[in-house]
Structure formats: C-alpha cells, structure tokens
C-alpha cells in the first residue's frame, strides 16, 4: 500500500520560502480560501497552510489543515501545477460546505492562480 503521507519535499516550510509567496505570488480569493501562489525551482508543486486562531480553535485549525491537504493530494495532476509552492488560508465558510463544493472552489482557484503567474520562471 502506498503512503499516504506528505514529506518535507512536498512542503512549504521555512519563514522564507513562505515570505517569498507572500512578497512575489499571485494571490487569488475564492469562496473557502485564499491561495497565494509563486513558482518555485523544484519540479512539484509544494503546500503551504496558514490557519491563524481567527479560524477557530485547535480542534478546527487543525481539520481545515487536514482537509487541505487532502485537497492538494487529490489536485496534484493539475495542469501547469509543478514547480509552484501553494500557500492557502482557509476560510470560516470552510466548515459549513460539503467536501464536493470545496474541491471544486480549490481546484478552480489554483487554476486561477496557476493561470496568472508570469509565464518566465527560474527552473
């Protein structure tokens, strides 16, 4: 059975690399999320997730990350996907949808995204 996990190379992790969606990327608001995108150098796409205490308590930080993750795990044959890192901060309204209606949303905000980020990129 193949692991289902999400290893470091599958991750925005450190202060800078988030910095760098932050400052450079194309940020894109959809109904359950906001999704910063950059490019990056590697050749898959990496996820990033800031849920601030404003989404609630650990208990619902901690399902939306769960859940985003899982959406970005389904999403990874998205065209024009590879080599960009994917910071997303989720919404309230993420907890009232049904899981179809936030595929959807995420998928067509990353295509968005991926859409309009500069065609001329390092890699």
């Not at 289902?4 to 400052?23: I, L, N, P, Y």
């Not at 595929?103 to 980020?117: G, S, T």
Request: hydrophobic residues 40%.
């Amino acid at each position: 059975m193949p692991p289902h996990g999400f290893s470091k190379a599958q991750r925005v992790r450190r202060k800078a690399e988030f910095q760098q969606v932050f400052d450079a990327g194309v940020r894109v608001p959809s109904r359950f999320f906001t999704l910063l995108v950059g490019r990056h150098t590697g050749p898959a796409p990496r996820l990033g997730i800031v849920a601030s205490r404003k989404l609630g308590d650990a208990v619902r930080r901690n399902r939306a990350k769960r859940l985003i993750r899982e959406l970005f795990r389904l999403s990874q044959p998205l065209k024009g996907g590879s080599g960009v890192d994917l910071v997303v901060i989720p919404r309230r309204e993420l907890f009232d949808a049904s899981s179809i209606e936030i595929e959807k949303d995420f998928r067509a905000a990353w295509r968005r995204a991926v859409e309009r980020l500069p065609s001329n990129h390092a890699g």
